[in-house]
Structures are given as C-alpha cells and as structure tokens.
C-alpha cells in the first residue's frame, strides 16, 4: 500500500489494475465500474471518506487535479479507504461473490494453519463492519474459526473491507463449496496416554457435539460432518469403528502396563 | 567437518544454528555421552558409531587423539616390541580412513548424524534438564504464536505428531486451544517431527503448570466476559490437576467465532450453519468438568427421581459412562498432581510410567459406547474399571 510512490506517474490511468495487483492488496477483487459509478452503491460513504469527491474520481480514473504531493497523499489514501468500503458491498453481490469464490478456489487466501484441517482454503472476513477497529481475518469454512494472516503486509489491512457477513453470505450462496467437518481431532498425550484435564474438557465438548448432531438429527437435518450422513443406520457402527481405533492405541499400552 | 579449522563452534551449536533449525534446543554433550540416553538408537541410525562421533565432535582422523586411543588399544596386544612399526602403520590406516570418510561417506554421515541427533533431542526435551532449555526459548517466543485470532497470541511449542521419523513435520501445539499449527514458515517444513516427539508438549505444560499460557487478552474482550464471570459459581483452585485459568483460556464463551449475516446469528439448523463450536468450547463453570462430582450429584438426581426402581436401558447406559470416569479419576487425582509437583526427567520413565497407568484406563473404559454394553451390570463395570486402575497403579 504504501509503495504507490513508485507508480505516481500513472496514477490517472487503472486506478483500481494497479491497486489489485499492489502487493499486499491480493485479497481483494476489482471491483466492476458500474457498480462503482452507481451512487446507490456508494450512500452512506461521503461522510466516511475525507476528500470523498476526489477519492471517487481517483479510482474511477477521471481524476486530472494538480494537486501537491502531500494533498495527492491524502487523496491516494482516501482513495485506499473508499475502495475498501465500496469492496465490502460488492463482495456480497452476485458479481462479488463470484470473483472471490474463484480466488477463494484458487487459494489466493491463504490455507488454514491447523493441522487437522489439511490445508483448507481461507476466505477474509472482518470482525466489524465498522472501519478502523480491527484488521482482516482469515475464516477456515472447516473449523469454522478465525486466524490471523501470516503476512504482516496482509495483517494491517482493514477487516471492514470485507465485512462480518461475506463469508457466510458466499457459503449460503455457494453450498456446495461447503466442506465436510472432521470430529478428528489433536489428543495431547504423554508417553501414549491421554492427559487427563484436556481429555475430561475434550470429552465435555464432545457431548456438546453429539448433542448438536441430535437436534441435527431430530430436525432431519445433515450433520455436515464427513462420514456421519451417509446413512442413519450406519451411523452406531461408525461410532464404533473410532472408538474401537482409540481403545486400539490404549490397549496397547494397558497391555504394556501390565507387564511391567 | 573442517578439522583443520580452529573455530570453537561445537556440532550441536552449528547444528542448532542453521535456518529452520530455529527450534531445536542443544542438546548437552554428558547427555549424548551417557549410553543409558542412546538406548535403542543404534539400530535406527546407518553409520552409528560415525554419526555419534561427528556429534560429539570427536575426530578420529586427528592425529594426537588417534595415538591416544591406539596406544590404548595397543596394551591389549601388549606387543611392546613392534610398537613403533605398529603405529606407523596404524597412522597411514588411518590417514586412508579419514580420506575415505571424507571422499564418500561423509554426506551419509552427516545426515546419520543429524537424524541422531535429531532422535537424542527427542528424548533430550523430556529431560530436566532439555525441558528447562525449552522453557527458556518459550519464554522467549522462539516458538512462535498460535495463528487463531482468539488465542490472542499465545505463545507455542514445537512437537511431532508422531514418534518415529520419516513421517511427518514439526507442529506447533498451542496451550490456549489444545490444537496443533502448521508453522507459518515452509523453512520448517523440512523439519522432522519425531525430532520433538509426541511427549514433550503435554510434559512441558505439566512441568510448568505456573506458566501463563493464555495469549495477550485485548481490555475489549475482557469486558464482554465480565458479566458472565460475574454471575458464575466460585471457581476451584486447580480442575483435574490444572489451575482453571490455564486450562484452555482461549476456548469458551466469548472465544468462539460466531457467523453472522448482517448482524443476525446464522442459525445452526441452516444447511451450511455452524457445526464446530463444539471444537472451541469450554465450560464457563469449569466444576462441570469435574467428572466426580458431576456423577455424584447425577446419581443424587437419580436416587430422588427413580427411588429403587431400576433404571431403563437408556439412563443405564448414561450412569455406567459416567461411573467409569469416576472410578479412575479417584486414582488419578493424587497421581497427576504429584506429577506436576515432580517434573521428573522422562526417557528413564517407568516410575513416571506407571503415574500415567490410571489414564489410558480411565480414557478407555469412558469411551467405550454404551451401545455395546446396554443393558450390562453397572457394578460390575465399575469394579473392573476401578479394579484395574488401582492394580495398575500400585504395581509402580
Ligand atoms: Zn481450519
Ligand atoms: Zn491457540
């Protein structure tokens, strides 16, 4: 973001080509003209956006002030800004969330760290609609939780330029893309033996997961997780097979135990 | 292996200092140099003897050494006569073994000895003394933080997800959420796990139970908890052997990412609603995870809601789940705690071995599905839960 110093001689042309292909700017998507040139789209930003007028012509490209460096600074980073709050809004239009469902397939977000998840594609997301409060996130559709870009370049962009809804918005719109939950887990263990605090807390959230997958279940609603909706018939038997692989490694050990 | 370079920096040290080695604490040589700590190792390692000795730093190619440990080899023969021709040729025996060591086997050497130094380190970091090393370098953020925006930064440690090498690469397993991260760095990527083993992590936390493990909370955060702490029970000093606030402080209410659509909860009974709190749950009220007590108060219910009558198959199968946590976690209480007062150095394990006997029993018997006993005698599960734990136990 702040290398646009290096492009000032062509800052009437692309605006919106340059600011995508900035590095450190690869999470968002260019956002069409019309939509940009279509005020409706825009209500509300004139009073978030300092310069709003110049801003807008910036990154419409009809910009042709001559202003001083320190004003065109200013500009520049209301532009930045007002980019970002009309990127939010278009990424929950069909449009939007087309272009960011291809980058999200392609895995321009990034992957989820935890290792359970086995490098499931991240989408961004903020964690306030509200400019200015925090920075954008990273959302893993398996686990379902929230994790913090590697890359300090991607860190300090604004959360509010994507929004608390996207995410969520794309899933509802691209189910399919849904992926299936794992109930596996990490078990901490010492010398092949759970311990006990984190394997009495795991069973306790494991109870809140079989009590969820009931009220799934009564609503006749999939369960979401992988090798759970194939059949309810099936669905004890598979219960089983886990836990049979868990007492598996245990035994062995008990086994182990009692020779000694 | 420059031996005619007079730089002071051992093996280990230059070992320990590459890139993506970042992680590796350096292993002490008295460690190395005590066999009772290579036990097992010399027949997963090709050239043993080599590797061990690049390690260690111990050239036997060097002149003066060499002698040293000629004329020892030599009282045997004591052949005092034909010494002196002896060594001479001994001297070009080895003179032609350094240039073969330096010619071809040096790259296998190399990669045997990091692969023993690798596996020494396993068992290194489960010792006082290595752990100590690693508490330092966590104190320090070698490490690293766990990438979940709820852990608000908590510190990590490196671990395997596996024992034996080959198999996969160094994670990292963070207090806070009790999961484990792929490090943000490919450098580590090439990292073998089994060089940090499956052990050292929960050992590590055990060891140091006074150790803040939860991240950097922001104030914000701290205030949406507030109202719940408020209104909660008393909380007990320590839950299964751990103080509450370091049980998993990044898991729970206000912890737990919660999808929303323009500000409205997405319903957990929509198609692609939330399915996994239950990953990132915690009760506010820890005393629920008293097994113990839980049961106890259960059994209480039942008494005043059944009377005598005998339950049915459903809550049959229910009690005889709890009542097994129950028989173990008696046993166990006192054994982990002297556990974690103790801290004891680990590849000697059996005595901490046997304070871990109870565990697997108490884990085994509580996951066995009530489906497949329904309908059984709960004494009798008790007593054989119960009955063997103890057993198991005293034998250590
Ligand atoms: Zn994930
Ligand atoms: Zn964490």
Same mark, same amino acid.
């Given at each position: 973001?702040?290398?646009?110093?290096?492009?000032?001689?062509?800052?009437?042309?692309?605006?919106?080509?340059?600011?995508?292909?900035?590095?450190?700017?690869?999470?968002?998507?260019?956002?069409?003209?019309?939509?940009?040139?279509?005020?409706?789209?825009?209500?509300?930003?004139?009073?978030?956006?300092?310069?709003?007028?110049?801003?807008?012509?910036?990154?419409?490209?009809?910009?042709?002030?001559?202003?001083?460096?320190?004003?065109?600074?200013? =500009?520049?980073? #209301?532009?930045?800004? !007002?980019?970002?709050?009309? %990127?939010?809004?278009?990424? *929950?239009?069909?449009?939007? $969330?087309?272009?960011?469902?291809?980058?999200?397939?392609?895995?321009?977000?990034?992957?989820?760290?935890?290792? =359970?998840?086995? #490098?499931?594609?991240? !989408?961004?997301?903020?964690? %306030?609609?509200?400019?200015? *409060?925090?920075?954008?996130? $990273?959302?893993?559709?398996?686990?379902?939780?929230?994790?913090?870009?590697?890359?300090?370049?991607?860190?300090? =962009?604004?959360? #509010?330029?994507?929004?608390?809804?996207?995410?969520?918005?794309?899933?509802?719109?691209?189910?399919?893309?849904?992926?299936?939950?794992?109930?596996?887990?990490?078990?901490?263990?010492?010398?092949?033996?759970?311990?006990?605090?984190?394997?009495?807390?795991?069973?306790?959230?494991?109870?809140?997961?079989?009590?969820?997958?009931?009220?799934?279940?009564?609503?006749?609603?999939?369960?979401?997780?992988?090798?759970?909706?194939?059949?309810?018939?099936?669905?004890?038997?598979?219960?089983?097979?886990?836990?049979?692989?868990?007492?598996?490694?245990?035994?062995?050990?008990?086994?182990?135990?009692?020779?000694? | 292996?420059?031996?005619?370079?007079?730089?002071?920096?051992?093996?280990?040290?230059?070992?320990?200092?590459?890139?993506?080695?970042?992680?590796?604490?350096?292993?002490?040589?008295?460690?190395?140099?005590?066999?009772?700590?290579?036990?097992?190792?010399?027949?997963?390692?090709?050239?043993?003897?080599?590797?061990?000795?690049?390690?260690?730093?111990?050239?036997?190619?060097?002149?003066?050494?060499?002698?040293?440990?000629?004329?020892?080899?030599?009282?045997?023969?004591?052949?005092?006569?034909?010494?002196?021709?002896?060594?001479?040729?001994?001297?070009?025996?080895?003179?032609?073994?350094?240039?073969?060591?330096?010619?071809?086997?040096?790259?296998?050497?190399?990669?045997?000895?990091?692969?023993?130094?690798?596996?020494?380190?396993?068992?290194?970091?489960?010792?006082?003394?290595?752990?100590?090393?690693?508490?330092?370098?966590?104190?320090?953020?070698?490490?690293?933080?766990?990438?979940?925006?709820?852990?608000?930064?908590?510190?990590?440690?490196?671990?395997?997800?596996?024992?034996?090498?080959?198999?996969?690469?160094?994670?990292?397993?963070?207090?806070?959420?009790?999961?484990?991260?792929?490090?943000?760095?490919?450098?580590?990527?090439?990292?073998?796990?089994?060089?940090?083993?499956?052990?050292?992590?929960?050992?590590?936390?055990?060891?140091?139970?006074?150790?803040?493990?939860?991240?950097?909370?922001?104030?914000?955060?701290?205030?949406?908890?507030?109202?719940?702490?408020?209104?909660?029970?008393?909380?007990?000093?320590?839950?299964?052997?751990?103080?509450?606030?370091?049980?998993?402080?990044?898991?729970?209410?206000?912890?737990?990412?919660?999808?929303?659509?323009?500000?409205?909860?997405?319903?957990?009974?929509?198609?692609?609603?939330?399915?996994?709190?239950?990953?990132?749950?915690?009760?506010?009220?820890?005393?629920?995870?008293?097994?113990?007590?839980?049961?106890?108060?259960?059994?209480?219910?039942?008494?005043?809601?059944?009377?005598?009558?005998?339950?049915?198959?459903?809550?049959?199968?229910?009690?005889?789940?709890?009542?097994?946590?129950?028989?173990?976690?008696?046993?166990?209480?006192?054994?982990?705690?002297?556990?974690?007062?103790?801290?004891?150095?680990?590849?000697?394990?059996?005595?901490?071995?046997?304070?871990?006997?109870?565990?697997?029993?108490?884990?085994?018997?509580?996951?066995?599905?009530?489906?497949?006993?329904?309908?059984?005698?709960?004494?009798?599960?008790?007593?054989?839960?119960?009955?063997?734990?103890?057993?198991?136990?005293?034998?250590?």
């Amino acid at each position: 973001m702040d290398d646009y110093a290096s492009s000032d001689s062509e800052y009437t042309s692309y605006w919106r080509d340059w600011f995508i292909s900035s590095r450190g700017n690869e999470y968002f998507c260019e956002i069409d003209e019309d939509y940009l040139t279509d005020r409706f789209n825009l209500t509300g930003l004139n009073t978030e956006v300092q310069y709003y007028q110049y801003a807008l012509d910036l990154v419409t490209d009809v910009f042709d002030m001559e202003v001083d460096d320190d004003m065109r600074e200013q =500009i520049e980073k #209301a532009a930045r800004h !007002l980019y970002g709050l009309v %990127h939010a809004r278009y990424i *929950v239009t069909t449009r939007g $969330l087309a272009k960011m469902m291809e980058k999200y397939k392609q895995g321009v977000f990034g992957k989820c760290p935890r290792v =359970i998840c086995e #490098a499931q594609h991240l !989408l961004p997301m903020g964690q %306030h609609d509200v400019p200015n *409060v925090s920075h954008v996130k $990273l959302y893993c559709p398996k686990c379902e939780d929230i994790y913090n870009p590697k890359s300090s370049r991607h860190n300090s =962009i604004d959360g #509010a330029y994507f929004g608390t809804s996207f995410h969520n918005i794309l899933f509802q719109v691209y189910g399919t893309l849904m992926p299936q939950k794992t109930q596996r887990r990490y078990e901490p263990r010492i010398y092949g033996f759970r311990v006990h605090a984190s394997a009495a807390l795991m069973r306790w959230q494991e109870e809140r997961r079989e009590e969820l997958k009931d009220r799934l279940r009564q609503r006749g609603i999939e369960t979401g997780f992988e090798e759970e909706d194939d059949g309810d018939e099936d669905l004890e038997s598979e219960d089983d097979e886990v836990d049979d692989d868990q007492e598996g490694i245990d035994d062995m050990f008990e086994g182990q135990m009692q020779a000694v | 292996m420059s031996s005619s370079s007079q730089t002071p920096e051992s093996w280990i040290s230059a070992f320990c200092s590459l890139v993506g080695h970042e992680y590796f604490a350096e292993v002490s040589e008295d460690f190395v140099e005590d066999d009772f700590n290579l036990t097992g190792l010399q027949s997963q390692v090709p050239m043993y003897k080599e590797a061990l000795e690049m390690i260690l730093d111990v050239e036997p190619e060097d002149g003066t050494e060499d002698e040293e440990e000629e004329e020892e080899e030599e009282e045997e023969d004591d052949d005092d006569m034909q010494q002196d021709g002896d060594r001479s040729y001994r001297r070009a025996d080895a003179a032609e073994r350094r240039h073969l060591r330096m010619a071809s086997d040096l790259s296998v050497i190399e990669s045997s000895a990091e692969m023993l130094y690798g596996l020494i380190h396993q068992r290194f970091i489960t010792s006082r003394q290595g752990i100590q090393q690693m508490a330092e370098k966590y104190e320090l953020g070698h490490f690293g933080h766990c990438p979940r925006v709820y852990c608000h930064g908590a510190k990590v440690l490196p671990v395997g997800c596996s024992d034996i090498p080959g198999q996969e690469t160094v994670k990292l397993f963070c207090p806070s959420c009790l999961d484990v991260y792929t490090p943000p760095n490919s450098r580590f990527q090439t990292v073998d796990g089994a060089f940090f083993g499956t052990t050292f992590g929960c050992l590590f936390f055990m060891t140091f139970p006074e150790l803040e493990v939860g991240g950097q909370k922001p104030s914000s955060s701290a205030q949406t908890t507030d109202p719940l702490v408020s209104g909660q029970s008393p909380q007990p000093e320590s839950i299964n052997g751990i103080a509450p606030k370091n049980l998993a402080p990044g898991l729970g209410q206000g912890n737990i990412y919660e999808p929303r659509i323009y500000g409205f909860r997405v319903s957990e009974f929509a198609k692609t609603g939330p399915r996994m709190k239950w990953l990132r749950g915690r009760p506010t009220d820890v005393t629920e995870l008293d097994e113990c007590k839980v049961w106890t108060q259960s059994q209480a219910l039942h008494a005043a809601a059944e009377g005598l009558a005998p339950p049915d198959a459903a809550d049959l199968a229910d009690s005889e789940m709890a009542d097994d946590n129950v028989e173990a976690d008696e046993g166990e209480e006192e054994e982990e705690d002297m556990d974690v007062n103790d801290g004891e150095g680990a590849p000697s394990g059996t005595a901490q071995n046997a304070m871990f006997a109870s565990l697997p029993q108490q884990d085994v018997t509580a996951r066995r599905k009530p489906s497949r006993r329904r309908g059984h005698d709960v004494a009798l599960t008790n007593g054989e839960g119960g009955g063997t734990a103890l057993s198991v136990g005293g034998a250590g």
